[in-house]
Each structure stands twice: as C-alpha cells, then as structure tokens.
C-alpha cells in the first residue's frame, strides 16, 4: 500500500485526486494540506511514501517546502503536480530535491504512474523532463538566466518578482534580511538584471508567475 499525501490550496482539487486515488487498490490517501508549511506538518506527523504538491499556494508555497520536507522525512518521495510546463520549473526542483514533476493537465494515470515509480525511491522523469536534461547536460547549450540560479537564489527571485519585500522575505524563509539582500546581489549579477521590475518582467516573461 502507498501512502500519499496531497497538497493544493484548492479543495476542489484535493478532492478530485483523493477520489481518484481511491479507484486504484494499491494507493492511499493519508492526510491532506492547504499551505506548503501545512505540508511540512503533514510529514511531520504522518509516514507518508509520496506526497503530491501544488507549486503555488497563499504563504509558504510548495518551492519554499521542498528543503523543509527533505530536511524533516528525507524518505518520503515528492511529485510536483502543477499548473506550470516543465520547462518552466522542473529543472530547478528536481535539484533541489523533487522527486518528479508533472503538468495537471497530464492524463490522469500518468499521476498515478508516477507515484508508483517515485515509492520505489525512483525520480519519474517525462520524455519533456529527459529532453530538458539532456539539453543541459549538452555544455553547449546556454541554460536560461533562471536555471543558473542556486535553491535559495531561486526562491528569493521568485518572491521579489512577485512584490515581496526583503522583510517579508525573510521571514518567510527564515533568514536575515541582509542575507536575502545578500541572495538579490548574487541573482541580480547572475540574470545581468538591475531592478525589482526587471526580475519581475523577467518572470512573466518566462511564465514563472502569472
């Protein structure tokens, strides 16, 4: 039996894949979150095999969870289930500990497909994932401004595209203020970029926000 946990700020969602989930013998659903750092609970207080993440979610979203969740139930498998393409996000989660990545508007049994792959403490990599690798592997080939950046840089990016403030920021990263102003100096110079705006447009450019 596979134990999974499921995380999306919508209910309706939630809902549809428990009921999903429970057509196939071998899968079970054994708790559910709204936020990523309900998710971080959810581990905490639960064994879960594989858990189902959303990217986007009000507070701590499921990108500043990742570390979180590895750091607390290193064991337990994470399938990035969201509404963003793969290349827009897959490649910067995968290292920094996702376990697979797919778009929800795969079919439906490839979610359970790779479940059952990433329980096995396998990665489920789809042939757009495999492309994207390979194309890095390819030292040829430039990797976007974006795909150069490290987890932290990433998020910190992330949260200023979208208006936070370095306090903010902070606090919800659990660092200092100088330190996230430390992480804008390093992106800035990494995405030959100069200003919030910049960062911001870059983003909406790129679909990483919407």
Partial sequence: MIKIGIVDD????RTGLRD????HVDLRVVGEA????????????NEIDVLVMDLSMPGQSGIDAIAMIRAK???????????YPEEHYAMNLIRQGASGYLNKE???MEIVEAIRTISLGRRYITPAV???LARQLDRNSDAAPHEQLSEREFQVFLKLATGETAGSIAEALSLSVKT?????SRLME???????SDLTYYALKNQLIS
């Fill in 34 to 45: 709204a936020t990523g750092r309900e998710a971080i609970d959810l581990v905490r207080s």
């Fill in 190 to 196: 990494k995405m030959n970029l100069t200003s919030n």
């Fill in 106 to 108: 795969c079919d439906p």
């Fill in 10 to 13: 919508h209910a309706i969602v």
């Fill in 20 to 23: 999903f989930f429970s057509q």
């Fill in 180 to 184: 996230v102003s430390t992480y804008r």
């Fill in 73 to 83: 139930a290193p064991d337990t498998g994470i399938l990035i289930l969201s509404g």
């Fill in 130 to 132: 495999a492309e994207l």
